[in-house]
């Protein structure tokens, strides 16, 4: 990240031009307050009258990016105070994700996401492709598909390589996504975490996306109107995503516990929950990057950009090769299909912890302590 | 290609917007011509916050009751009588009717309200503030099919004999003449014309800070008064509240204001007190402050305070001006230190002990000061010790055309012009003749705007 000299005098370290300008940002903001009722920012903001970094970070994560306060500003460009508040938070944001990343070294991921996102999909895809070319004969992988239980995908990835990869790749990115949490957690502030009506009322603003709704009447997506749009596309996305997760869970059950190896048919839990959750995540996706790549520039961090598309192509590339192969799976084309699809994953896997994925954690983080500081007499539902 | 609009609104704030809709949405054809580019388009409706309205019982987002008497009351005291009772007990009705209204173009408000006023039963609070309501009426406009252009400025209005023939515009730096069955001004006042309020105020005006547009220079206003329309309102009063002075010459809007004074000692130039800064609670006292600042030599004060202070009141947008002692203070903001320390210590001798309650007037006061301090009076004794400097912050002028009860605009003999409707500013001293209710100007703009819109409509099939 481009780091400025112009820290403040005495603080011993040096901040980002994005967290200056946060801050210029929060104490305009703290001063006007017009704002209050769109989301959980600017209550959180009021309860504080100087901001440190922590506190900037904790801002800029609980921003949700609905961009309605940009549109409603009377201090926006080209007002000389030219606050764009949804803009440098999400550039204070992007910041963050850098500075929670665990190991440290890896933090550098961040600078160029969206190149490193494509790197690690060519990668993984290659990867796994010549895994299946030099583990498996060329007349199985390429031929047509049985099937029959235990055959299908086994023959294009073995088994043992199929788990093991998965599950070390996925055990190491769990670990680094909680030393991020934790780290998040310590810079906002610290304090005691599991606590149930927090939890609970975080829980709940997240699954409903509340903060994406604008005070209840939508976001802004392209300019001055508002609609729902972004919401339900993310709504696709993330239900998609965990229904395609939930999927996986079932096969593994069926797999491990009632000794039935997949594939399995159409119309089995497995099969059905990921086709459903496939689509939603096709959907929700495209329609994202869509919106990323459409409408008024000016509310958005140019330093998420890659970050935010990155994620999204990925996403979309494993939704659609996983149709593939659902599709695909009785015929000679499979096996390539499957070792995208799998390739595609093994990305995923790898870059949670070092992609816009994090956004989740520290969203989510950012909810629980908005519902552990904010006063008892303003909880509403 | 010149066509003939059935109706023309000048300005393009909420007065403008509401007579566009109503006109539009009565069949009629309506051009909007707003002064300012589109990014800054609203003229004062952008830094305004609620609008005042009369209910009977409690509705989504105004709590209790607020009925016609109460209003009415209310205005009369700000006021002091400077209304048209006619005129001011319609508008109040009419505001009952005004939040359907809005709502049906689009602007949402909020549920509830923290900060320093707490007007949850009397006003309806815009989500997002007065830009967001700016949005939604341009967004209802648009869809409607209300021509907008943006960068007009209409330079004259020529009336023959109480009728509009045309409109004298520059659009986008072309010169233009529009032509139009009947014409709403909605052009606010002239507060932002540093020239012409160098008139009534002299060389002050230049350390004078205009609180919202730079485009309410009060071209069409002066333009009409020129051709014998009824003038209403003080020429030389404007409301005027203390802001800090480091804000911008115009459109710095809230985040200016200082709401330390009362918690306060607020000296001038020669480091003397020349007010009692205790005299009630903020909101009822911040419009007085304007003028108090605006008679002190090169219009500037400075309001000080200790530590024990500092977050009694909102946070403001300029840092603290912040020293360990009295006298460093008065370095940094230029007042001799011998003659603050002496200010300091002689109020600081004078206050009577007492329970000291920022959150009401708690009648800690001081004893043998002139001018006296009578709620707040506690020591400046605990450092670091903090300083705001203040200047006066115009918010808008008084002086309008005269309008009906239909907001058709009158002339100077007495008969009603025949094309022409006014709504907002450029009209409100006609009900608000002296002083200030909070959301009152929303409400007359709006009242007025869809009256404007209705009668230049009907006007304009006829």
Known sequence: ?381 | MNPLWDVVVVGGGNAALTAAITAREAGASVLLLEHAPRAMRGGNSRHTRNLRAMHAAPTAVLTEAYLEDEYWDDLLRVTGGDTDEKLARLTIRATAEALPFMARCGVRFQPSLTGTLNLSRTNAFFLGGGKALVNAYYATAERLGVAVLYDTEVEEVRLEDGFVRALKVTSKGFPLEVRAKAVVVSSGGFQANIEWMREYWGDAVDNFRIRGTPYATGRVLKNLLGQGVASVGDPTQCHAVAIDARAPKFDGGIVTRLDCVPYSIVVNQSAERFHDEGQDVWPKRYAIWGRLVAQQPDQIAYSIIDSRSRTLFMPSVFPAIEAPTIGELAGRLGLDPAALQATVARFNAACQPGPFDASRLDGVHTDGLDPPKTNWARPIAEPPFIGYPLRPGITFTYLGVRVDENARVMMQDGRPAGNLFASGEIMAGSILGRGYLAGFGMSIGTVFGRIAGREAARNAKN
């Open chain 1, 1 to 381: 990240m481009p780091k400025t000299e112009m820290g403040e005098a005495g603080m011993g370290e040096t901040e980002s031009a994005a967290m200056l300008e946060a801050r210029r940002a929060m104490e305009v903001c703290n001063a006007c307050r017009y704002c209050e009722g769109y989301c959980a920012v600017f209550p959180a903001m009021e309860l504080r009258r100087e901001f440190g970094t922590g506190d900037l970070n904790y801002l800029a994560n609980l921003c949700h990016g609905c961009q309605g306060c940009y549109y409603a500003c009377q201090y926006a460009p080209p007002h000389a105070f030219g606050i764009n508040v949804p803009r440098v938070l999400a550039e204070v944001r992007a910041e963050s994700y850098a500075q929670y990343a665990w190991p440290d070294k890896l933090a550098r991921l961040y600078e160029r996401n969206g190149l490193v996102m494509a790197l690690a999909t060519a990668g993984g895809i290659a990867f796994v492709l010549l895994l299946a070319l030099a583990l498996q004969r060329h007349d199985v992988l390429f031929g047509p598909q049985s099937l029959a239980p235990g055959a299908g995908f086994y023959n294009v990835v073995p088994y043992g390589a199929m788990v093991w990869t998965g599950s070390v790749t996925f055990g190491f990115s769990l670990v680094a996504l909680a030393i991020g949490f934790a780290r998040f957690w310590r810079d906002t502030g610290g304090g005691r975490l599991a606590q149930p009506r927090p939890l609970l009322q975080a829980l709940r603003d997240a699954a409903t996306l509340k903060y994406l709704g604008g005070g209840g009447h939508g976001c802004n997506e392209r300019d001055e109107s508002f609609s729902t749009h972004r919401r339900w596309l993310h709504h696709l996305m993330a239900y998609g995503f965990l229904l395609c997760f939930a999927a996986t869970s079932v096969a593994t059950v069926y797999d491990h516990f009632l000794a039935w190896p997949a594939p399995y048919p159409f119309f089995s839990l497995p099969v059905l929950l990921g086709t459903i959750g496939g689509i939603g995540l096709t959907i929700g996706c495209a329609g994202l990057f869509w919106f990323k790549l459409t409408g008024d520039q000016a509310p958005r961090a140019r330093n998420l950009l890659g970050a935010d598309a990155g994620l999204l192509l990925l996403l979309l590339l494993v939704a659609v090769t996983g149709l593939l192969v659902l599709a695909l799976r009785a015929t000679g084309a499979m096996g390539v299909a499957l070792s995208v699809h799998l390739g595609a994953v093994l990305a995923l896997f790898l870059t949670l912890p070092y992609s816009k994925f994090v956004h989740g954690v520290y969203r989510m983080g950012a909810l629980v302590r908005h519902a552990v500081e904010r006063p008892e007499a303003t909880h509403r539902s």
